[in-house]
């Protein structure tokens, strides 16, 4: 695992080095779909990344944000990247993005790097080791009333039907806890709750490159990562339901979503 973890953290910061450097210079922005964007670093990015890990892993497949799948040949193993993972904060130099890489294999998640280049945080957890934050040990926070939590969350960019519902659950979380943020980052918003900044996160539709590291940094930090129903999501699904918490507030998260059958959309 050693070797795999390395790879991906000289990735992640190999990536995190050129997005620093264009912070403020974005250039060109494309949009993928109405509030969509892309620019040329989110791809110049993904590109250092993809080559850094398939020097060393050839065979490995690839599912990332902006060149899609690529096959592996030999290995289980599916590398999730998503290059950087708050966009449209980083095209209006809004400083709170990050690289996520992921690595799974046979639907475990084995391995995840969350790199924040402003900050120069790095999130890392490895299956059954634990969490870390700059190699330091990382847990989830004690609050275990929701009363007293601070939550994140997302909202998709083209769902409408998915948006209106995240709205309805916004406005009732907010008003039974300190608050709720909607920071950009779904990455980063997960690895926050890793390290008991926040109490939890949620999105809908979100996809896998953006929850794929920090789904494993939450679990191996002691919390907990489901459906917004409470149960396990399944890896081959490219967009899920998430929401992912300190465990101790999750089945009251949980309960105000079923209240209104508002977890099935
Ligand atoms: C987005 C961010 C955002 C979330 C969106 C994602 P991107 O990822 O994670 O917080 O609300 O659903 O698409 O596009 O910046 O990689
Ligand atoms: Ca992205």
Known sequence: MTKLKDTAIKAARAAGELILQRLGDVGKIEYKGVFNLVTDVDKAAEKIIIGILHKEFPDDAILAEESGVTDGTGTKRRWLIDPIDGTTNFAHSYPFFCVSIALEEAGQLLLGVVFNPVANELFCAEKGAGAWLNDKPIKVSKVSKLEESLLSTGFHSSSRASEHSNRETFMR?????????????????????????????????????????????????????????????????????????????????????????????
């Open 173 to 265: 979380i907010t008003d039974r806890t300190h608050g709720v943020r909607r920071d950009g980052s779904a990455a980063l918003d997960m690895c926050f709750v890793a390290c008991g900044r926040t109490e939890g996160f949620w999105e809908r539709q979100i996809a896998l490159w953006d929850i794929g590291a920090g789904t494993i940094i939450v679990k191996e930090a002691g919390g907990h990562v489901t459906d917004l129903s409470g149960h396990d999501f399944d890896l081959k699904n490219l967009r899920v339901n998430i929401l992912a918490s300190n465990k101790l507030v999750h089945q009251q998260i949980v309960g105000i979503l079923a209240e209104t059958q508002l977890a099935k959309n």
